[in-house]
């Protein structure tokens, strides 16, 4: 489970995600995300999943990828699901009634979506920042963008190098947590089997060896900055500057029309798809 982590990694390529320009990444990303919460029927929500196996497919990233990067939150959803459809009350008659236990239709239609909504929230914006743009692009992107905050004293440069640090340190630390689970379990200990209690219980050995680990790091990498001769207070040159092409341009008019799309399907009627039974399922708002 630790080893299927892909958050924070970066998979190179030349794929068409990849050429984009960082910050039309990370504004698209914003749009996406947007998109997501403003879906509001089935039939939005399949335009959502549609668009994502198409960015999918454009990125040139293996589906095997995406499903690693989806699994190990698979517990959260089912959480997530449960509470939804336990605390949901509707207006129907319920569809399972047993002492304090009511479970509604509605209910379950917002577990769905909400299910729909993570794995969405997940998978869009991984494509459209951590496995398709380097850290060092998505620190000068992130910087760029914030930028006028400068102007009245914030430290946009530190701010973004910190944010590019954590998320780069992400996959460092999965990796150092895998290394030291093999070398417990090489002296007998057991990660896999009994309760969820006792294998939660098992894990606490674990953070010693990874705090210390994470805390030399962090040390060997101040010190590789400074002797370097980082300095905060000072402006940076870049090597590679950053600008805009006709694909950034081209990606800009794609999502926003991609957004007003959601906006428009989520408000559509179930009369102008013919009223029919899958009209109005389609056409259902949670």
Not at 178 to 196: E, L, P, V, W, Y
Request: charge should be positive.
């Amino acid at each position: 489970m630790i080893s299927d982590i892909t958050l924070g990694q970066f998979f190179p390529g030349f794929s068409l995600l990849h050429k984009l320009d960082p910050r039309t990444k990370l504004i698209t990303g914003i749009l996406f995300i947007v998109a997501i919460f403003l879906a509001k029927t089935p039939l939005a929500f399949l335009a959502l999943f549609l668009f994502t196996v198409a960015m999918i497919l454009v990125s040139r990233i293996s589906f095997s990828v995406i499903l690693r990067g989806i699994r190990p939150v698979i517990y959260i959803l089912i959480f997530t699901s449960i509470l939804n459809i336990l605390m949901t009350k509707g207006t129907s008659v319920p569809l399972v009634d047993f002492w304090i236990i009511e479970i509604y239709r509605e209910g379950i239609v917002r577990a769905v979506f909400m299910t729909m909504r993570v794995i969405l929230l997940i998978v869009g914006s991984s494509l459209l920042l951590t496995y398709t743009t380097s850290p060092i692009s998505l620190t000068d992107g992130l910087e760029s963008l914030l930028s006028p905050l400068s102007k009245i004293g914030i430290p946009v440069h530190v701010f973004s190098m910190m944010m590019t640090i954590a998320l780069r340190f992400i996959p460092t630390l999965v990796e150092e947590t895998d290394k030291i689970m093999n070398a417990q379990k090489s002296r007998g200990a057991d990660f896999t089997s009994g309760s969820i209690v006792r294998r939660a219980k098992a894990l606490i050995p674990l953070l010693v060896p990874l705090f210390v680990s994470a805390f030399k790091r962090a040390e060997e990498l101040a010190v590789a900055m400074e002797c370097r001769c980082y300095r905060v207070d000072k402006k940076r040159t870049k090597l590679v500057k950053l600008t805009f092409h006709a694909r950034d341009l081209l990606s800009f008019l794609v999502f926003a029309l991609f957004l007003a799309g959601i906006v428009l399907i989520s408000r559509m009627p179930a009369s102008m798809l013919g009223g029919g039974f899958i009209a109005r399922l389609l056409c259902y708002r949670i």
